[in-house]
């Protein structure tokens, strides 16, 4: 069993910037693809980025050219930049990992981010 702790989440401003962090219990070597999901208030779990083994990214169209993930093996840790940062942006960010295609099999519980107008 994995466990991921997300961090970094707060309140900012409009045009703000915030990095969140996610640490895995053990290695993250050996996951597929690792990404970030967001669930804003009243709707439902989005997902805002993913980055695999190869460290091949995908970002979803609302974030893209404002937000970058990253990973770093050696620290097991999963990263995501947030930069000018929009109200909309107001969510429960959650980190995933998995093992095979298809859904996640890890999910950590989650980090708020409020941005403020």
């Known amino acids: 069993q994995v466990h991921l702790v997300e961090s970094g989440g707060g309140r900012v401003q409009t045009g703000g910037s915030l990095t969140l962090s996610c640490v895995a219990s053990?290695?993250?070597?050996?996951?597929?693809?690792m990404g970030w999901h967001r669930q804003p208030p009243g709707e439902q779990r989005e997902l805002v980025a993913t980055?695999?083994?190869?460290?091949?990214?995908n970002y979803g169209d609302s974030v893209a050219g404002r937000f970058t993930i990253s990973r770093d093996n050696a620290k097991n840790t999963l990263y995501l930049r947030m930069t000018r940062l929009k109200p909309e942006d107001t969510a429960v960010y959650y980190c995933?990992?998995?093992?095979?295609?298809?859904?996640?099999?890890?999910w950590g519980r989650g980090t708020q981010v409020t941005v403020s107008s």
């Open positions: 980055i695999t083994g190869g460290n091949s990214t």
């Open positions: 053990g290695s993250i070597i050996g996951f597929l693809t």
């Open positions: 995933a990992a998995q093992t095979r295609s298809g859904s996640p099999d890890y």
